[in-house]
């Protein structure tokens, strides 16, 4: 990916026209991708200026101060998107995630429910909601999540390592087995 290169055309879109907040919100995504997340927030407080009713602004700023470990402010932006578009299923499944690192696993579960209802072919968010259920102890739970997420996303890594931790709790030592080793398939380790 050519983060540098969309800067330079994001630049250009800003100095053709100043107040195309699509181009800021853009701009801070290419520059959270390098990881850039101050510079990434000043672009989206900027489109949000702009745009005070760009749902997908708030959401991206959430991300970037949820990489920041501000899990408050991203709350605070989530919530924000939410209310201008509240059919917007990305921006339920980071606030639950921003609830899980705050410990708030009820409103997790909460926030992955709704994500699902609006959008069930997304496998991260069953990931994400079986590991909540996991650390609530409820393992047939975080099974079948973890099982719903293969079968949306066979490729899908992370599903298969949790799957095996969640199996080995359960005393299935074979299945847990079986799982690390798809895992460590996919992701070529020997």
């Known amino acids: ?43 989206y407080n900027k489109a949000i200026e702009i745009d005070s009713s760009f749902a997908k602004a708030y959401h991206n700023r959430g991300n970037a101060k949820q990489e920041m470990k501000d899990f408050t402010g991203a709350l605070s932006d989530y919530n924000k998107a939410i209310e201008i578009d509240s059919s917007f299923a990305k921006a339920y499944h980071n606030r639950g995630n921003a609830k899980q690192e705050m410990k708030d696993f ?34 047939t739970g975080a099974l079948s999540d973890y099982n719903k997420a293969i079968e949306i996303d066979p490729s899908y890594t992370d599903a298969y390592y949790n799957r095996g931790i969640v199996k080995k709790e359960m005393n299935d030592f074979t299945g847990s087995d079986n799982d690390f080793s798809k895992y460590n398939e996919l992701t070529n380790v020997k």
């Not at 853009?26 to 990434?40: C, I, L, V």
């Not at 409103?107 to 429910?113: C, K, T, V």
Request: charged fraction near 30%; charge should be neutral.
């Open 106 to 139: 009820t409103g997790a579960l909460s926030d992955y429910n709704k994500a699902i209802e609006i959008d069930p072919s997304d496998a991260s968010v069953y990931n994400n909601r079986g590991i909540v259920k996991y650390k609530m102890k409820n393992f």
């Open 1 to 43: 990916k050519n983060f540098t290169g969309a800067l330079s055309d994001y630049d250009k879109a800003i100095e053709i026209d100043p107040s195309f907040a699509k181009a800021y919100n853009n701009r801070g995504n290419a520059k959270q991708e390098m990881k850039d997340f101050t510079s990434a927030l000043s672009d």
